[in-house]
């Protein structure tokens, strides 16, 4: 048999590889690139490298990373008032009730029946001042020249928790699970339906997107801001996190159905708002509110403020249950991100476990532990919109920076129990 010359053999050989490249080249295709994630828009407002480090958060949970096909959807929760918005959509609302006599008398003309934390010395400024002007249950004249009296004070309890004549509105309360003022706006609103409110709260968020920045309105004899704006930046991020696959939720002390209007222009459906909630009779609000873990329905003592943020995003968010809806969870049961401006805010951003946003609007507690960063998952930015200068002096974070459940200011204390040093302002 002849042997083929080694010129033949080579190009048999050269062949071979060929198709066996070929053939494995076909079989085993390379690994596409993975999908970046989504990115939020470059325009102006973030400070320093805050944008990268919400990049860095969507590119470790977004969907986008290796892991998160096989795991529950990362959440992020954001505060709304003066975090996604510039200025307060429930002040917003209070004075367009105000302005178009949508407050009703209560019931016997007893205001004590608003708020359980209404004092004496409030309860008879109102009655004097409204007592006349409508019988129970019936809308007050607040718009009219002959109501103005009534509005003044029904402004000025609300905006300062004092009367005209410098007396405590409210009294009696857990600083750390309500505020009653806040609480004051939806109790206002008894005797409304739900979708009453929402049509309230529509007409006002129409003329305040319209008014131009810096206006003022007349409430009563006196003035009142008439403008709000959403924050681009914020709007952004959370159609960013959304894309990202988050499960972006909204917590607010303003009423539940206010919040709801705002939120549809950022994506957010009414079943992922976590506003105070009011308690209903045949339909309409009542000036009592739902409860939360151990606190039941009426009892009107843990509305979403600071720790009754907590206990409201544990229960709605992640379904917990009673008691332990009022403590921290463990981190898999935890918003990954958070976003808020207010010591208001306090307790759910500090059970992110990922990254906090903070909007420094000056507020001593909350910016103690932002600028203190003791696990380094705090970022601060400037407000959007009219950003606050530099605060003069340090925060107090060593001395009274901490207000207790009574009212008693205290330090401010890390996790560790170790007091948190005073601190500069230095994102302005």
Not at 208 to 228: E, K, M, S, Y
Not at 280 to 293: E, I, V, W
Not at 296 to 324: H, L, S
Request: with cysteine.
């Amino acid at each position: 048999m002849t042997r083929p010359s080694p010129a033949r053999r080579l190009q048999t050989l050269a062949a071979a590889v060929a198709t066996a490249a070929a053939t494995l080249t076909t079989a085993a295709p390379a690994q596409a690139a993975p999908t970046a994630c989504t990115t939020p828009e470059p325009g102006a407002g973030w400070y320093g490298d805050n944008r990268a480090r919400l990049q860095q958060l969507i590119d470790r949970y977004g969907d986008c990373a290796p892991h998160r096909p096989h795991r529950a959807r990362p959440v992020a929760v954001f505060d709304w008032d003066n975090t996604v918005v510039k200025n307060d959509v429930g002040d917003a609302t209070m004075f367009w009730l105000l302005r178009n006599g949508k407050v009703r008398q209560p019931h016997g003309g007893d205001w004590s029946t608003t708020s359980r934390h209404l004092t004496p010395a409030a309860a008879q400024a109102l009655a004097t001042a409204c007592g006349p002007l409508a019988r129970p249950g019936a809308p007050l004249p607040t718009g009219t020249p002959e109501g103005a009296a009534c509005a003044d004070e029904l402004h000025t309890v609300y905006g300062t928790s004092a009367t005209r004549t410098g007396a405590a509105a409210f009294a009696g309360w857990d600083r750390r699970t309500t505020d009653p003022a806040y609480a004051w706006l939806p109790q206002l609103m008894q005797g409304w339906a739900a979708d009453e409110v929402r049509g309230f709260a529509a007409a006002a968020r129409t003329e305040n997107l319209a008014a131009p920045i810096g206006a003022v309105q007349r409430v009563g004899t006196g003035t009142a801001t008439a403008w709000v704006r959403y924050y681009d930046q914020q709007r952004d991020l959370i159609e960013t996190l959304r894309r990202a696959g988050f499960d972006v939720w909204i917590s607010s002390a303003s009423p539940q159905p206010v919040v709801e209007v705002w939120a549809q222009d950022v994506g957010i459906a009414a079943d992922h708002v976590i506003g105070i909630r009011n308690t209903t009779r045949d339909g309409r609000l009542t000036s009592h509110f739902q409860g939360c873990g151990s606190v039941p329905d009426g009892a009107d003592t843990m509305t979403t403020y600071i720790d009754g943020k907590r206990c409201w995003i544990n229960q709605e968010v992640f379904g917990v249950r009673g008691r332990a809806a009022e403590k921290v969870q463990p981190p898999a049961r935890r918003q990954v991100f958070a976003a808020g401006d207010s010591d208001t805010d306090i307790s759910f951003l500090r059970d992110a476990t990922a990254l906090r946003l903070v909007i420094n609007r000056n507020k001593n507690e909350l910016m103690c532990r932002a600028y203190d960063n003791s696990d380094g998952k705090w970022i601060v930015n400037p407000m959007f919109i009219e950003p606050k200068k530099q605060k003069p002096g340090p925060y107090p974070c060593s001395t009274t920076g901490y207000t207790d459940h009574d009212g008693t200011p205290a330090p401010v204390r890390r996790p560790d129990a170790s007091i948190v040093p005073d601190q500069t302002d230095t994102v302005f």
